[in-house]
């Protein structure tokens, strides 16, 4: 029943080991694509992750043709503010990559062009927010996707 958290280029340590406990939390596997924004070993990161670091499935790739070509057909849905689908309308299913972009720019505009279809937001009401913190917007759409599968 796992499902397979994708961070492209994550950029804060804290986010990307509150992350960690996620998806150990929800059973889920935590995929990395490079370049990160710090440290593997950066004690920001551990101390988010606490001790759980060490019991999580921890997949990192070079970068993210890397990861495309190990996960070719793979079921996958990109979060971005820029999608038009809400991320209640993923069709959730077992095994699934939920990629998420990184901290300060999101998604790379061309996978936002070429996914177009598989693309899904988290709705935000109010004009003030430009989008969320990406540690709570992967619990949203993880606790969302555990709710439908």
């Known amino acids: 029943m796992p499902l397979n958290i994708v961070l492209v280029e994550p950029e804060i340590p804290n ?6 406990r996620l998806a150990l939390a929800s059973g889920s596997n935590l995929h990395l694509v ?19 670091w060490q019991h999580l499935q ?14 070719r057909g793979k079921k996958m849905a990109f979060l971005s503010s820029h999608g038009e689908k809400k991320h ?3 069709p959730f299913e ?3 990559f939920l990629i998420f972009g990184k901290e300060s720019v999101g998604l ?17 009401y109010s ?8 540690a709570n917007a ?5 606790y969302e996707g555990l709710k439908s599968i």
Do not use: C
């Open 15 to 20: 986010n990307t080991g509150n992350i960690g």
């Open 34 to 52: 490079k370049p990160f924004g710090f440290e593997i070993d950066d004690t920001r990161l551990k101390r988010a992750g606490l001790d759980y």
């Open 58 to 71: 921890v997949t990192s790739y070079e970068n993210i043709d890397e990861f495309f070509k190990v996960n």
């Open 88 to 90: 209640w309308d993923i």
């Open 94 to 96: 077992d095994g699934m």
């Open 108 to 124: 790379p505009k061309s996978l936002i062009y070429e996914q177009k279809e598989h693309l899904f937001k988290i709705p935000l």
């Open 127 to 134: 004009d003030h927010v430009r989008s969320l913190n990406l």
């Open 138 to 142: 992967v619990s949203i759409v993880v």
